[in-house]
């Protein structure tokens, strides 16, 4: 078991115990049951309070996926101070296990509302992740729109986790202080990052985001409204990009549906 992996499960066994009438657990992970407005205040909330660097993470029927394979993976979301659901497969999972329904709070319409918030709160964000460059062009999309609004710094995600770069990268952010870290690595690279680096970060707030700069930046369309309000965002994000999504979609989603079903059969023998 790496270093991480110990981590993990220590913070794992360390976080209170949360109660099932805020949550919601698909497969043993505790999603907030919490309306995306109250989220967000909660988790600005928490910059200057004295708690330390919270993790915030998300999960979709990728994710979840990923943490039924990644042991590393499921300890860090298990042991998250806040995860919330980006996904409808979430909330169909969550139907079908007859367990109370998360509400769906995606990336691209959420950090919109975040940054309104850190603008007002005169609070500053830093943007870690995406290919080179667009963290950046994502800053300037971000500060268009909010020109008061505190950009710590940016960087790509491409470096090595416990290589020199990587250590340059935590070196940067502790420089600038930023009270939040927006970090979109991809999953389980973030969780597993966010981790590896929550005890020596100066920030009060990290939050894996996925892909959420390459939307920000424009570089990504999003799918129509009428594909994301009934769950079928993933048709356009395959149809846009089908050598990176296909495996994710065409593979993992009927995975993701068995993996459901088992869980359901399993919940339904044990409370008839």
């Known amino acids: 078991m790496s270093v991480i992996d110990d981590a993990a499960a220590l913070r794992a ?14 497969f043993d992970i505790p999603i907030d049951l919490a309306r995306p407005a109250d989220l967000l ?3 600005t909330g928490w910059v200057g309070d004295g708690g330390g660097a919270r993790r915030v993470m998300y999960v979709n029927a990728h994710v979840l996926n990923q943490s039924q394979e990644s042991p590393a993976l499921h300890a860090a979301l298990t042991s998250a101070d806040l995860v919330y659901c980006d996904g ?13 329904v998360p509400h769906r709070m995606t990336g691209a319409d959420w950090v919109w509302g975040l940054a309104s918030l850190c603008e007002t709160a ?3 964000v830093y943007l870690l992740g995406s290919d080179p460059g667009v963290a950046a062009e994502a800053a300037e999309r971000l500060h268009r729109w909010y020109p008061r609004l505190r950009i710590a710094g940016t960087h ?8 020199e770069h990587d250590q340059r990268v935590v070196e940067d952010i502790n420089a600038r202080r930023p009270d939040i870290v927006l970090v979109g690595m991809g999953s389980p690279k973030q969780e597993q990052w ?8 100066d920030t009060d707030v990290l939050w894996t985001v996925g892909a959420l700069f390459d939307y920000v930046s424009g570089r990504v369309p999003r799918a129509p409204a ?11 994000r395959l149809a846009i990009e089908p050598n990176r999504m296909w495996r994710r979609y065409l593979l993992g989603n009927p995975v993701f ?16």
């Open 194 to 201: 966010v981790q590896a680096h929550a005890h020596e970060l």
């Open 226 to 236: 009428w594909l994301a309000d009934n769950g079928l965002e993933w048709i356009f």
């Open 13 to 26: 066994r360390e976080r209170p115990n949360i109660q099932d009438a805020t949550t919601s657990r698909i």
């Open 156 to 163: 790509h995600g491409y470096f090595e986790p416990g290589s």
């Open 41 to 43: 205040r909660r988790i």
């Open 88 to 100: 409808y497969g979430v909330r169909l999972a969550a139907k079908a296990m007859e367990a109370e």
């Open 122 to 124: 005169e609070l500053s």
């Open 257 to 272: 549906v068995s993996r459901v079903m088992t869980q359901a059969r399993h919940r339904h023998s044990i409370h008839g």
